[in-house]
């Protein structure tokens, strides 16, 4: 019988470099921290993520969102018409190193109308940051997006923020936020006064004194009495200390990660107090990148050395001097290499990742490598859509789907100049890809027709189409209708009545627009061997 061959040195080498860029590979990882800030609109989402954009050195200076009286604006907000509104409308990605972490800040819409932009992104972080105005509590935007990351199971870390304005109750709002979002809380820090009365905090993970006058940052637990002597509110942080650690959670890592112990903290995001320390203590505790189930509901695996991801995001004219589209990429597992070459399940054909970027919102620099938990853009002409795997090699699976939203209001579109047509049908061709409006098109009249979820996505669709693409348009309201799709074998023309249009959507597919239920449950009697459905 033949002997075990020994590896020849030239194996041995070969295996060391192979263990050594898999250790590598893994330390990569472990180094991202990923995640989204979300929030009711003006709760101060922008405005933190400026600070945080500060502490990694990103900016010089954190920005004002109300950009139209000092001339400055959010880093976070890019296009023209955010600079103009002081909102986010769309989501941006920035990124940075602090503390030998790589962290990736997804920025999101706060404004309902664009919650589809904001779920899909969502579904590409493995964290989430809530902010919360003080003085409103929970409000409903909050409560929504709550609802789609407790549903991901990922953590949730909140910041009472805007602690510099008188506000409400600390104790109030603990409760408020335990008994609307059904998550246990635990403060991490506690304010000391608010509004003008504002002295800082007291911090009970690092157990000491945030100061917010003087000029001393902070002070040991011993010397609040001493500093602050017979001051009320310092005396009524100690018996709400008490309270708490009386009556109050546990602190539990595990329950952080598991989503279900959400830790609070306090602070300021427009004094740019107590955002360090979040920083700093969210770091911690943060985890790893997640794997993502595929279609079967097997999860891939992080650590997995083969290159996975899927496409969240699709975003035109980033640079409109280029009328350039970028495709959103979260990374799953492996590693990135750029010229590598990718498989497209969807369309079952292959890709080459050539031109890819990281980005600092608008602003972006060619990357070479990037890692699982990374959120690279594709330089796209066209051969991607939201929701897209990506995988190399015999891997040929697909990732879950994104969330959809069947639009409930809808406008006719057409362009103002006859001679714009070209431009006109680009914009609106690219505008549609990104998914946050929906296109359809009469099939007797040849007419289009937009679909949103809501008012101020039609308005943000005519800034751009007249900003990006040089073709003004003409919009003519339809109100609200119900959609349902029909299977290509079942269409009849006659179908067709003044109670509902017969459309095709951008796909080609067959979909009936009714004017109200009442319309959907006639034509359901009328055709009951007609397979009516909600989403494509």
Sequence with gaps: MRGVQNPSPHQDNELEEIGKRNMTLQEEIQKRRTFAIISHPDAGKTTITEQLLYFGGEIREAGTVKGKKTGTFAKSDWMDIEKQRGISVTSSVMQFDYDGKRVNILDTPGHEDFS???????????????????????????????????????????????????????????????????????????????????EGLY????????????????????????????????AQVKDDIELLQEAGNEFSEEAILAGELTPVFFGSALTNFGVQTFLETFLKFAPEPHGHKKVDGEVVDPYDKDFSGFVFKI????????????????????????????????????????????????????????????????????????????????????????????????????????????????????????????????????????????????????????????????????GKKTVRWIKPEDLDERMSSSRNILAKDRFDQPVFLFENDFALRWFADKYPDVELEEKM
């Design 203 to 234: 911090d009970l993970y690092n157990k000491r004194l945030e100061l917010y006058k003087g000029d001393e940052r902070f002070a040991s637990l011993e010397e609040g009495d001493q500093l602050f002597g017979s001051n009320p509110f310092y």
């Design 116 to 198: 589809e932009d904001t779920y899909r992104t969502l579904m590409a972080v493995d964290a989430a940051v809530m902010v919360v105005d003080s003085a409103k509590g929970i409000e409903a935007q909050t409560k929504k997006l709550f609802e789609v990351v407790k549903h991901r199971g990922i953590p949730v870390f909140t910041f009472m923020n805007k602690l510099d304005r008188d506000g409400r109750e600390p104790l109030d709002l603990l409760e408020e936020l335990e008994e609307v979002l059904g998550i246990a809380s635990y403060p991490m820090n506690w304010p000391i006064g608010m509004g003008k009365s504002f």
């Design 315 to 478: 975003q035109a004219n980033m640079d409109p001097r280029h009328r350039d589209r970028i495709a959103f990429v979260r990374i799953v597992s492996g590693e990135f290499e750029r010229g590598m070459s990718v498989n497209l399940p969807r369309t079952g054909k292959g890709a080459k990742l050539s031109n890819v970027t990281q980005f600092m919102a608008e602003s972006r620099e060619n990357v070479t490598n990037a890692v699982a938990g990374d959120i690279i853009g594709v330089y796209d002409t066209g051969t991607y859509q939201v929701g897209d795997t990506l995988t190399v090699g015999k891997n040929k699976f697909e990732f879950e789907p994104l969330p959809t939203f069947t639009p409930e209001i809808f406008m006719k579109v057409s362009a103002k100049n006859v001679m714009k047509q070209k431009s006109f049908h680009k914009g609106i061709e690219q505008l549609v890809q990104e998914g946050a409006i929906q296109l359809y098109k009469n099939y007797q009249t040849g007419e289009y027709m937009l679909g949103a979820v809501g008012q101020l996505q039609f308005e943000v669709f005519k800034h751009r189409m007249e900003g990006e693409y040089n073709a003004e348009v003409v919009m003519s309201p339809m």
